[in-house]
C-alpha cells in the first residue's frame, strides 16, 4: 500500500515538473526561433526609424546595459553595506525591527510605484525631466530592498562556527566580516545580484516613466542627462505605439535579444561559482 | 611549576542564571590541565572565560579576576584581540574555514600583519608540523580543508590555533567528535605540545583525564569540587562526590 502511494506520488511530480519544464521550453523556443533567424549586426547597432521599415535598436540597446550598469553601480554598494549593517551592527530592538519590514515590504512593492517614485524626485523635485540618471537612480531604488535582504540573509547563513574560529584568533569584527563572513556568503549575494539585474534589464514600468520612450537617436550616448529607453520599453513601444511597417519583425526580435541576454546573466554570473566547485573537485 | 593562570573568585552569570560560583584556581604553565565534570557543570564556561569569547554571549557578566602571564584580562586597557593571539582554542567540533589548507593555517598570521609569501610558507609548514599534519597533506595544501576527515581537520584547527604562537591552547573536548585513532594521534599531540604550551582541556573522557592530564579540575554545578594532581586525583579523591564520578556512579 504504501509502495502503491509512493510510486503514484513519484509519477504525479514527475509528470508535473516535465510539463513545466516542456512548457518553459517551448515558450523559450517560440521566442528565440521567430526572432533569431532574422537578425542582424545592422538591427543591433542600428537607429531606430519612426516612419520607415528597417530600424534598428541600437541605441535602446546601449541604454539598457548603461543604465543597469549605473543602477548597480549606486545599488550594489547601498545594498550590501546596508546587509552587511543588518546583519552584524544592528542592535536587537524594536526600531530594527520595523526597518526589516519596511525593506521586506518595499522588496514587493510593484515597480511602478518606484517609477511614481523616480517621477516626484527627478522630474517635478529636481526639473530633470526624463533621463538615463533619473531611470538608472529610480532602478537603484527598486533593486536596493531586495540586495539589502540577500545580503543579510546570506550573511546570517554562514555558520556561527566559522564566525567563532575568526574571533577566536584574535580578528576583529571587520576583519571576520571581510575575511569570512563575506566570502563565505558571496556565492548566494551574486546569485542574488543576478536575479536583481535580470529584474533591472526587463524592466520596463520604472523606465517609461522616468526615461521616457525615446533615445537620444545617437549611438554610444553617455550623457546622463539624454532621454533613456531601454529595450524592455522599446519592446512595448514598437508593439503598442509605433507606425512603422514592420514593427512586428522588430518586436519579435527585440524580444529574442531581451531574453536572450537575459538568459546569459544567468549563465555568467554562475561562472565563478562553478569554477571554484571544479578548482575544488579537481584539488580532492 | 610556575603558575601561568591564576584564577580569583571568578563568577559569572548568563543573564540571572549563575553559571561559575567564586572560583579560584592556579594554573600551571607548560603543563596540561583536565577539566572534568558532568554535562552543564561550566567547564565550557570556564574555558571561554579565559579569551573572552565569553563577550560574545548576550547578557553574560563576569566578576572576580583572571591573570595571565600577570595581566588581569578583564582590566581596563586590556587588547582582546591580543588576548586571543595568546590564548588560542580548539573547539568540540572541527571547524575549519571553507578556504585551502594553507590558507586556514595562514588565517591567523595574516590578520597579525604578515604578508611575506616566505614568512607564510615557513608558519604554515612548522604550524603543520606542529600539529602532526605536514606529511599528510604536504603535497596538496591548496585543497579545500573541508575535503580532509574528521581527525585531519581537527589538527588542522590546531595547526591553525599554533600559527599565531600562542602561549595557552584551550581545547574544548577537542576529541569527542573524532574516531579511537584520530583521537589517540591528537592525545600524542597533546603530550608534544606540553613542552612549549600551556594546555587547558575539557573532557568527558575519564581515561582520557588519566592519561593525558598532569592536573584535573572536577566541577559540579560551577563550582570546583577537587583540584588534584591528576594521578592523586583518580587513586586517592579526597571528595566522596569525585569519588561517585569518576567512579560513574553519577554524571
Ligand atoms: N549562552 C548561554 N546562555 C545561557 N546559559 C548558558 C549559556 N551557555 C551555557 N549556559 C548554561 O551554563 C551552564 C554551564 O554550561 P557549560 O556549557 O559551561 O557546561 P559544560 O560543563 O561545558 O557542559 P558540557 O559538558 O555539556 O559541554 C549550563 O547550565 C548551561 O545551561
Ligand atoms: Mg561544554
Known sequence: ?284 | MQALIEIERLNLFYGSFHALKNISMDIPEKAITAFIGPSGCGKSTLLRSLNRMNDMIPGTSTHGSIKIAGADIYGKDIDVEALRKNVGMVFQQPNPFPKSIYDNVAYGPRLHGITSRHKLDEIVESSLRGAALWNEVKDHLKRSALSLSGGQQQRLCIARALAVEPDVLLMDEATSALDPISTLKIEELAQELKAKYTIVMVTHNMHQAARVSNQTVFFLNGEVVEYAETEKLFSNPQDQRTEDYISGRFG
Not at chain 1, 542600428?46 to 520607415?52: N, Y
Request: glycine share 8%; proline share 4%.
Open chain 1, 1 to 284: 500500500m504504501n509502495r502503491l502511494k509512493n510510486r503514484i506520488f513519484t509519477i504525479t511530480v514527475w509528470t508535473v515538473a516535465l510539463c513545466v519544464i516542456l512548457f518553459v521550453f517551448a515558450l523559450l523556443l517560440l521566442i528565440l526561433e521567430r526572432g533569431f533567424p532574422s537578425l542582424t549586426w545592422d538591427f543591433l547597432f542600428g537607429l531606430p526609424s519612426e516612419i520607415e521599415e528597417g530600424g534598428g535598436i541600437g541605441p535602446a540597446l546601449f541604454n539598457s546595459f548603461y543604465m543597469l550598469f549605473l543602477s548597480m553601480v549606486i545599488a550594489v554598494p547601498l545594498g550590501i553595506a546596508a546587509g552587511i549593517y543588518l546583519a552584524e551592527f544592528a542592535p536587537d530592538n524594536a526600531w530594527i525591527a520595523m526597518v526589516r519590514i519596511c525593506v521586506e515590504g518595499l522588496a514587493s512593492v510593484p515597480s511602478i510605484i518606484f517609477g511614481l517614485f523616480g517621477i516626484a524626485l527627478f522630474v517635478e523635485m529636481f526639473q530633470l525631466g526624463l533621463t538615463i540618471l533619473g531611470g538608472a537612480a529610480s532602478l537603484a531604488f527598486l533593486n536596493l530592498p531586495v540586495i539589502t535582504r540577500v545580503t543579510e540573509e546570506a550573511i546570517r547563513a554562514v555558520p556561527r562556527e566559522w564566525r567563532h574560529a575568526s574571533f577566536a584568533l584574535g580578528a576583529t569584527h571587520l576583519q571576520t566580516i571581510r575575511r569570512v563572513l563575506l566570502p563565505a556568503s558571496m556565492s548566494a549575494i551574486i546569485t542574488g545580484l543576478s536575479l536583481a539585474s535580470g529584474r533591472a534589464f526587463g524592466e520596463s514600468a520604472v523606465i517609461i516613466l522616468t526615461a521616457g520612450v525615446t533615445t537620444s537617436g545617437v549611438m554610444w550616448d553617455f550623457n546622463l542627462l539624454s532621454p533613456g529607453e531601454t529595450l524592455a520599453v522599446h519592446l512595448w513601444y514598437v508593439q503598442s505605439e509605433a507606425i512603422v511597417p514592420d514593427a512586428q519583425q522588430i518586436s519579435q526580435k527585440s524580444a529574442a535579444v531581451l531574453l536572450f541576454i537575459v538568459l546569459a546573466f544567468n549563465v555568467v554570473f554562475r561562472i565563478p561559482a562553478w569554477v571554484r566547485d571544479f578548482r575544488i573537485r579537481k584539488a580532492a
